[in-house]
T-cell receptor, first 106, second 116 residues
């Protein structure tokens, strides 16, 4: 069993929908990262969380340390949000979830 | 934030040849850089941690003589895939992490290697 589990694996949404991607981890962590990987492979860091909630534009990330769970929310989704979203936990090194393939249709 | 540049972005080579991939931190002095490998439809896997001025730290199962890492300066780390074979075909990506309590991750653009 992977130390970092993501769900769903695939997600298709209609433009404008509210999207939630979940990440659960089974080990103690010092930080949780949300990453976005574009079709060409490039990766952008969206958030780094150690507690609470962060917001950047239409993106919101939350983490519950007690429940070992984090969520990434996208409000008013747009086709340009289509990408792979990856959560990664900092243990003694970065441990990555398998990623969620998001497709937003217009 | 840091800007990380990788080169080449894609490379095709014959089996048995060696390929060098460069990772440059353009505006951040990185004492540590990370090298990852990603096979199709799989997640990123850490291969090794590159340490400036000293030997790299390799993850279990990664052959250090196969994947040579050199981190000779605070802005450049190189990964050389020696005697490449088709099973080495993958997407290789480097990253740096800025220091401090709000350490952020910055990734290179990635290098897609195809070994024929």
């Amino acid at each position: 069993k992977n130390e970092v589990e993501q769900s769903p694996q695939n997600l298709t949404a209609q433009e404008g929908e509210f999207i939630t991607i979940n990440c659960s981890y089974s080990v103690g962590i010092s930080a949780l990262h949300w990453l976005q990987q574009h079709p060409g492979g490039g990766i952008v860091s969206l958030f780094m969380l150690s507690s609470g909630k962060k917001k950047h534009g239409r993106l919101i990330a939350t983490i519950n340390i007690q429940e070992k769970h984090s969520s990434l929310h996208i409000t008013a989704s747009h086709p340009r949000d289509s990408a792979v979203y990856i959560c990664a936990a900092t243990v003694d090194k970065l441990v990555f979830g398998a990623g969620t393939i998001l497709r937003v249709k217009s | 934030g840091a800007v990380v540049s990788q080169h080449p972005s894609w490379v095709i080579c014959k089996s048995g040849t060696s390929v060098k991939i460069e990772c440059r931190s353009l505006d951040f002095q990185a004492t540590t850089m990370f090298w990852y490998r990603q096979f199709p439809k799989q997640s990123l896997m850490l291969m090794a941690t590159s340490n400036e001025g000293s030997k790299a730290t390799y993850e279990q199962g990664v052959e250090k003589d196969k994947f040579l890492i050199n981190h000779a300066s605070l802005t450049l780390s190189t990964l050389t895939v020696t005697s490449a074979h088709p099973e080495d075909s993958s997407f290789y990506i480097c990253s740096v992490e800025t220091s401090g309590s709000n350490g952020e991750l910055f990734f290179g653009e990635g290098s897609r290697l195809t070994v024929l």
